[in-house]
């Protein structure tokens, strides 16, 4: 190879400079703020989300039942 004193041959091309990330680019989103409840109904919204849930684990044990009883467990 003929390379002369203090010069070297590029293997290959220098990369593509990556486009600089802004400062908000890497941080986590901020959370959603929740929905202003006031103290007196937090008791009637949890009310709700626990009769909600036993619904659907109704709804959940009746299709386990129907399907244990279309295929028999081995």
């Known amino acids: 190879m003929s390379e002369r004193k203090g010069e070297k041959r590029a293997l290959y091309p220098p ?3 990556r486009r600089p ?3 908000e680019e890497r941080r986590w ?3 959603i703020p929740l929905p202003m409840v006031p103290p007196e109904d937090v008791g009637k919204v949890l009310k709700q989300i626990l009769d909600r ?3 659907i684990e109704k709804r959940l044990e ?3 039942k ?3 009883e279309k295929r028999p467990l081995p």
């Open 15 to 17: 990369p593509v400079p």
């Open 62 to 64: 009746r299709i386990e």
């Open 21 to 23: 990330e802004r400062p």
């Open 29 to 31: 989103p901020s959370p």
């Open 53 to 55: 849930l036993d619904a």
């Open 66 to 68: 129907l399907l244990a």
